[in-house]
Nanobody, 127 residues
Framework: QVQLVESGGGSVQAGGSLRLSCATSGYTGRSYCMAWFRQAPGKEREGVAA???????SYGDSVKGRFTISKDNAKNILYLQMNSLKPEDTAMYYC?????????????????????WGQGTQVTVSS
């Protein structure tokens, strides 16, 4: 059973940085695609960044150039480095994983393509 536990959320002023972590267990890391999603109140869950089986990343348009996804395969930890944060980045951030047919070289940013989810960590950016 895949288990995902996020940490690192918090409150920060606009322009600041945070690094989210997602500790994973119960699977072989390299066979899975992993991703970060976020959801603000009243909005649909949005794909922020994903990393494929061979390490290729993909990013949502709103975070390109500001966020970086990475993965430590030895420790089974997924990271999201968030720089130049904006108030519109405020949301609950979720870690997700899947090894199904949408886990390709270019990983999917659709929440429908991921079956394993963490509980989320809140990020709040004030202006």
């Amino acid at each position: 059973q895949v288990q995902l536990v996020e940490s690192g959320g918090g409150s920060v002023q606009a322009g600041g940085s945070l690094r989210l972590s997602c500790a994973t267990s119960g699977y072989t890391g390299r066979s899975y695609c992993m991703a970060w999603f976020r959801q603000a109140p009243g909005k649909e869950r949005e794909g922020v960044a994903a990393i494929g089986r061979y390490g290729t990343p993909s990013y949502g348009d709103s975070v390109k150039g500001r966020f970086t996804i990475s993965k430590d395969n030895a420790k089974n930890i997924l990271y999201l480095q968030m720089n130049s944060l904006k108030p519109e980045d405020t949301a609950m951030y979720y870690c997700a994983a899947d090894s199904g047919p949408y886990c390709t070289i270019i990983p999917s940013l659709s929440f429908r393509h991921y079956n394993y989810w963490g509980q989320g960590t809140q990020v709040t950016v004030s202006s």
